[in-house]
């Protein structure tokens, strides 16, 4: 079930989750990888990373660490060391409402991707306290655990396991569906959408010719 999200795009599965379902655009890509997997929450004090660390003797293949550091942008929460290791584990990548470091080297990274909202040279407490497992914010999104993450360019969105049979065959039929309309474009010119005018007229405007 989770891999048939994987050639979709981000955006079109958004479109089948009324348009709202993503996380905040503070939740970048750090590198140029796909993610996709199930969440592994983790809560942290801001700033710190303790629990982080405990979490990932934890991982199982396939997870995706989904850490609540509280937006705060003023130390990062892992850098390239903690990455190296996740990778290792068979991690599926990480996302973080907070900082990192070591960008340049998690940047050229392309088998494991990376959110974040920032990059700071500061490091991290190691104070606690924290949990694993329980329901977080990230990026204004309730994650919980087990909650399918998928991640590109555009950024990360959220899909519950019990909806995620019927937005992966709504989402798909969007693939297909704007292949058509991308086909359309290109070799003919045309992009019909006979729902503009009819939008127009149900709201009583009238457009000059």
């Not at 309309?181 to 009819?198: A, F, L, S």
Request: aromatic letters at 6%; proline letters at 6%; hydrophobic letters at 40%.
């Amino acid at each position: 079930l989770v891999q048939r999200f994987a050639d979709i795009p981000v955006a079109n599965i958004d479109d089948c989750m009324g348009r709202t379902a993503a996380m905040n655009y503070r939740i970048r890509p750090m590198n140029r990888s796909k993610l996709l997997g199930t969440a592994f929450t983790i809560k942290v004090p801001e700033g710190d990373n303790l629990m982080f660390h405990k979490a990932m003797d934890m991982a199982q293949p396939g997870d995706v660490f989904v850490i609540d550091a509280g937006g705060s942008a003023s130390r990062s929460i892992f850098g390239e060391l903690m990455v190296t290791y996740c990778r290792s584990r068979g991690v599926a990548g990480i996302v973080v409402d907070g900082s990192i470091r070591d960008s340049e080297a998690i940047g050229q990274m392309e088998d494991f991707p990376v959110y974040a909202i920032g990059v700071t040279p500061n490091g991290p407490y190691k104070n606690g306290p924290g949990e694993i497992n329980t329901p977080v914010t990230v990026g204004g999104i309730v994650v919980r655990p087990g909650d399918i993450l998928v991640g590109d360019a555009d950024g990360v969105i959220v899909i519950r396991p019990e909806d995620a049979e019927a937005i992966a065959a709504a989402a798909e039929k969007v693939v297909v569906t704007e292949e058509g309309i991308m086909k359309d474009i290109v070799e003919h010119g045309t992009y019909v959408r006979p729902w503009v005018d009819k939008k127009l007229q149900e709201i009583g405007t009238e457009i000059a010719r």
